[in-house]
């Protein structure tokens, strides 16, 4: 809005503006005391039959002129812009007339730039509390362009700018604002504070920079560690990795480990049961982890013929699942069961032929059953 350290600048705007606006509103208007109809001077919209209320036609002539006298554009703006400053003053509720009146005043063809850049800057004063930064910034650009004498308008636009984290933007309304009036306290407190937050900004774009480099050049030796090792990174399966979450990792985070963790994704589909292991070693070998979450002594309680146990288990990976991750072709190679050893190690997994893995491994677990098998092939 307008404060008390815009008003200390109002002497070098050169121009009328509006003043703060009344903190509760607009003051009840008092009836007509003959006919208890409202006065015609603050009607907010006209009767039906404007012709049968000599007020009215008296007021809009004042406004427009008559066919023997007609307004110019500048009586004109200047009255919408009039209109604008009361409506302004009146409070939060009358806002959007306030802009009406002003853009209204903007539209009249007036020759005169100051006239025009107090009628943009004072439009951006009723956007500030509205919160149109955007708009704001853009009228005060107008009005700067048409008198670069305009102190609030610098003021007003560095305030928006501000008010969204554009720095550099506040900066450049202050600094311009400086060179005409360089004792603007105002502007000098603005411009200061903009200095500090631009340069924070910097330093933190700056930070996030080297940490993204960082992630950036492990991810590229990472995909040189997978690729070397004759691994074939395919696209996310979409019913899988919507549910589970997880990533290729070096060990302990440490590229000088030479170890690949991945996590494994164990399906029963016979149960529609699943185990995820967040880490796995590529040296490990299938088996032990079977042998934890399969153990002899115990079984699982959806395994209703009790037969999955560690060393009674077939494993299983799909080939072809999917396309190759950033490959433009897509794959129309046959999708085929391979049967995995459970004495493979994951890197063997891994590497068994025509395998693309879907973002993470993804292995079919089956009880040495021949009918569950046949079935499960056939489906």
Request: with cysteine; charged share 25%.
């Amino acid at each position: 809005g307008h404060t008390m350290a815009e008003q200390s600048t109002a002497a070098a705007a050169g121009a009328e503006e509006a003043t703060a606006p009344v903190e509760f509103g607009p003051a009840p208007r008092a009836p007509d005391e003959e006919t208890g109809d409202e006065c015609a001077l603050f009607l907010t919209e006209l009767p039906e039959n404007p012709q049968e209320h000599p007020e009215i036609a008296g007021l809009q002539n004042l406004i427009y002129g008559d066919e023997d006298n007609p307004a110019t554009p500048l009586q004109l703006a200047e009255n919408m812009k009039g209109r604008g400053n009361d409506y302004f003053k009146d409070g939060p509720r009358f806002y959007q007339r306030a802009l009406e009146c002003y853009t209204e005043a903007i539209g009249y063809p007036v020759e005169e730039p100051q006239k025009r850049s107090v009628y943009f800057s004072n439009r951006a004063a009723v956007h500030l509390p509205l919160k149109n930064y955007g708009h704001a910034i853009k009228d005060c650009t107008e009005a700067i362009a048409l008198n670069k004498h305009n102190i609030k308008a610098y003021y007003r636009g560095a305030k928006a700018a501000m008010a969204i984290r554009k720095w550099e933007t506040a900066l450049e309304f202050t600094s311009h604002g400086l060179e005409v009036d360089g004792s603007n306290e105002p502007l000098k407190q603005m411009h200061t504070t903009s200095e500090a937050k631009l340069k924070e900004q910097q330093e933190a774009e700056e930070a996030a920079a080297k940490v993204e480099k960082a992630r950036a050049r492990k991810e590229k030796m990472l995909e040189r560690a997978i690729a070397s090792r004759g691994i074939v990174m395919g696209e996310k399966l979409f019913n899988v990795n919507a549910v589970y979450d997880g990533s290729v990792a070096w060990a302990d985070n440490i590229p000088a480990s030479g170890t690949l963790v991945w996590p494994v994704l164990f399906l029963y589909p016979e149960y529609m049961q699943s185990d995820f292991v967040q880490a796995v070693s590529e040296h490990d070998v299938i088996e032990h982890h079977l042998q934890t979450m399969f153990p002899s002594e115990e079984r699982c309680a959806w395994d209703v013929r009790k037969d999955y146990v560690w060393d009674n288990l077939v494993l299983f990976v799909e080939t072809n699942a999917v396309n190759v991750k950033n490959s433009e072709q897509e794959n129309y190679r046959k999708r085929t069961w391979k049967r995995v050893k459970r004495t493979s190690t994951l890197l063997e997994l891994l590497t068994t032929p025509e395998y693309i893995v879907p973002h993470f491994p993804v292995v079919y677990v089956l009880p040495h059953n021949d009918v569950a098998i046949a079935e499960f092939l056939k489906e």
